[in-house]
């Protein structure tokens, strides 16, 4: 059942949960997440592998595979729940309104399809135009991405390409429709730190022209810090803390968040050695009973192992919001 | 491209050669060259004879190139049974057993490939694991013992086919054709499948791993974030990536399927070449065995050339580099 | 998309009790394979035990009598005597006592040839690896050689030569064989000989021979192994086609696959028995080794491992 609401957000998250069926039990990968984010606004998901920022990211665009599937919660966009919608409705979607960007861009595209298949196909699948149009469409989208002769580029094959060539191609593919979101699940981090930062640029450029909503997915907070407007940060499946970027960057409650701060190398602290959270993330099928983080938490107290907190606003700033029952600044 | 395209004829030549080298040593080291191509019901001053008309007596580096030179001009001796050219014997045979081997290919890949994109789609459906029960069953059947029973079942029991034989021909182009008419196609029918029931497991198999390969890999999901639609993900992007090996594979497996038609052949009583080398060798008909030996060896280096260069043509990774 | 699930610290515990305990828990997981595994043991056993669970030895002409050829299955012996469960054939042998017999025969010639072409094979291909680039370039380019051949070709190549018997088609399968086992072990080694162990023997000193054979080749035997499970079936089915084409076992010493063959020309009158219990037997042993195989193959896959 579809449920229309006239919110101002273009996406809103509600208590989402994905899981996954393993021989071992049911991985629950993403539990009770909830976010929301406005048109032309930038969220940045951060966390570290396996903590189901990626996962959030799929469920969103509805692309979880079995033995995986969204257990509950809405994901509602323009007001539409997509956990609702029927295949074919999702597929208009997607591709169109909502796309997708990826991390590696060597896998993205098919090694063996040239270039301007990859890119018409996708123009294809949601306007009736005839080829040259759709030719057309796909090298105006990579000059808009600042690649030069691009027709020389849609003749080739991807693997003819260098890395942050295949991301553009990746990019300008997303770009195609002129979406409302675009999520880009770590787009920059198998590249090399020179073309990050170019594309890292171009990505904002386009998103200030075109009032595109983005969703930005990394384990690397120096990147997002930049880049978005909010920020979430999720571990072990769960988002720990939420809230405006220089609120939770500068004012970080979850010592999580802390540790990830403080483990940046940063000019500051030249010399020193680099500051590392102790202990590994937990295996989704071992999960401790209560707060995920309470093992390698340096002020964890008897509460923290048996019960699970809530994610709470604080008093005095109700945009950032917690998940812990000890919330403050550093130690 | 065409540099690398001489190198690989170069190499398949070389590996002709090193059969004629081998078969030579066959003839002329183990046992005793005269019986081998002279036959045995001759008398003594016939045998001399005929020993000093085939070079027998010359050295051995001068008869091998003497083999040579009459390979290659096609003369590989004449059968003591057929008392014919032994080559234009077996290539008299061959289109039959060309038919015979290409005609299960086709089942199997019309049977296996779909059923394996289904199975390597779907690997948690019962069907699926049904099918791959069968497959494993469809490789441990021993193929002579499955002719028998389907002669026993359709031949005997049902009489729906013939157990034997070719059935009528169609000439074209000089050759005899039996899938062009109805009786022929009949007398294909279980042979045929007999020959295919194996290549249908491997194909079914080898696409289904193909298929899990290639499913999982990342332009899949981006190839459906773009909105595809799933039957397009699925031929455009699934099957093109999975079916460029599996060519190469059903390339080399024409070679096997010729082969192993010696088997099906012999049961069948198909006029194959097939049968032809089976019977020579059962009666020491040994020029037809050298025949079939180097004709089979052209065909397999040959067909094996083609099926490099395919793979050359159709993966683009594999073409690129080469050019470059 | 990737999900890690990181490990928490473990303990090392003894590495032989633990690999081969797995294996085994990871064998015995899949039902087909462990039936396929009974199955095949009570095959083995019975072509071990004929000679006492035969009701006749039917190589031996004296026990045969061709009065009582081609009874039916369950039929009495014209003395009254015996039953013959499974029918007799053509000359009047008790299938059943053949097929135990023909068993033994299968069962050797492929459990034999294997491991005879796996030890050869194996060093061939240790030696390709330790060998340097040359010698390994050669023996690689004789082995692809070999494996582009299909092996019915080679067979009958081998066997028109050099005449039939068993021990010739043993010598066949040999000749075949040993280039599978020679690239699978060649490709072991030269992964194992990157491991960081394979460094620390070197630099205590060990020679090259004992590194091989002490410590590379344990680590080849899981591939080696699936190799050996499918071979045998191989072998088993191309001893069986020999036969059944005439060039394999002597007429008077049956195996299954020459059982098949005489029983052909009898289907047409319908006494389907001859070749077709003969051929079960064939199947069910086939099938049961390639399930082990395939099972085997799975357990030691390393992508498949969790």
Known sequence: MTVFSHEPYLLEVRDLCTGFDTREGELRAVEGVSLTLGRGKVLGIVGESGSGKSVTGFSIMGLIDPPGRITSGQVLFKGLDLTQLPPPALRALRGDRITMIFQDPSGTLNPVLRVDVQMTEAVHA??????????KLA????????????????????????????????????????????????????????????????????????????????????????????????????????????????????????????SLPSANRRGQRLRQIPGMAPSFLKMPSGCAFAPRCGRAQATCSEQMPQLAPLCDQPSHSVRCFYPGAAA | MTGWLLGRIGQAMLVVVAMTLIVFMGLHVIGNPADILIGEDLNQQERLAAIARLGLDQPLWQQYITFVEGAARGNLGKSFVYQEDALRLILQKLPATLELAVSALMMAVLVGVPLGLYAGMKPEHIFSKALMAASIAGFSLPAFWVALMLIMVFSV??????????????????????WLTLDGLHHLLMPAFNLALFKISLVMRLTRAGVREVLPQDFVKFARAKGLSPQRVMWAHVMRNTLIPLVTVLGLELGSTIAYAVVTESIFAWPGAGRLILDSINSLDRPVVVAYLMVVVVLFVTINLVVDVLYHLLDPRVRLETTE | MSIKTEQTSKTAPSREHTIWWRVGQD????????????????????????????????????????????????????????????????????????????????????IGSAVIAGVIGTLVGLLAAYAGASVDAALMRLVDLLLSFPTILMALMILAWMGKGVGNVVLTLVLIEWSYYARTARGQALVEARRDYVEAARGQGLSSWRIAVGHVLPNCLPPL??????????????????????????????????????????????????????????????????????????????????
């Open chain 3, 27 to 110: 064998f015995l997981a899949s039902r087909p394979a462990s039936v396929a595994l009974g199955v095949l043991a009570l095959i083995v056993l019975a072509a071990l035990l004929a000679p006492w669970i035969a009701i006749q030895n039917p190589y031996d002409l004296m026990q045969i009598d061709v009065l009582d050829a081609r009874l039916r299955p369950g039929s009495l012996s014209s003395e009254g005597s015996r039953t013959y469960w499974l029918g007799t054939d053509g000359q009047g042998r008790d299938l059943y006592s053949a097929i135990v017999y023909g068993l033994r025969i299968s069962m050797a010639v492929g």
């Open chain 1, 139 to 262: 090298s105006d989208a990579l000059s808009l991405m600042g690649i030069s002769s691009p027709d020389e580029r849609l003749r080739a094959y991807p693997h003819q390409l260098s890395g942050g060539m295949r991301q553009r191609v990746a990019i300008a593919i997303a770009m195609l429709h002129g979406p409302d979101l675009i999520i880009a699940d770590e787009p920059t981090t198998a590249l090399d730190v020179s073309i990050q930062a170019q594309i890292l640029s171009e990505v904002q450029k386009l998103v200030h022209e075109r009032g595109t909503s983005l969703i930005w997915i990394s384990h690397d907070l120096s990147v997002v810090a930049g880049l978005a407007d909010d920020i979430a940060v999720m571990y072990a499946g769960r988002i720990v803390e939420y809230g405006p970027v220089d609120d939770v960057l500068d004012r970080p409650q979850h010592p999580y968040t802390q540790g990830l701060i403080g």
């Open chain 1, 126 to 135: 949601h306007r009736k135009v005839s080829k040259e149009q759709a030719r």
């Open chain 2, 157 to 178: 029991q049902l009489g729906w086919l013939p157990a034997s034989g070719r059935g009528d021909t169609v000439t074209v182009w000089g050759i005899p054709w039996s």
């Open chain 3, 225 to 306: 192994m699936v190799i050996a499970a499918l071979q045998v079936a191989r072998a088993i089915t191309l001893e069986a086609t020999l036969s059944f084409l005439g060039l394999g076992v002597p007429i008077t010493e049956p195996s299954l696959g020459l059982l098949i063959s005489n029983g052909y020309q009898y289907m047409l009158s319908n006494e389907y028995w001859i070749s077709f219990f003969p051929g079960i037997a064939l199947l069910a042993t086939i099938m049961a080794i390639n399930l082990v195989g395939d099972q085997l193959r799975d357990v030691f896959n390393p992508r498949l491992q969790r």
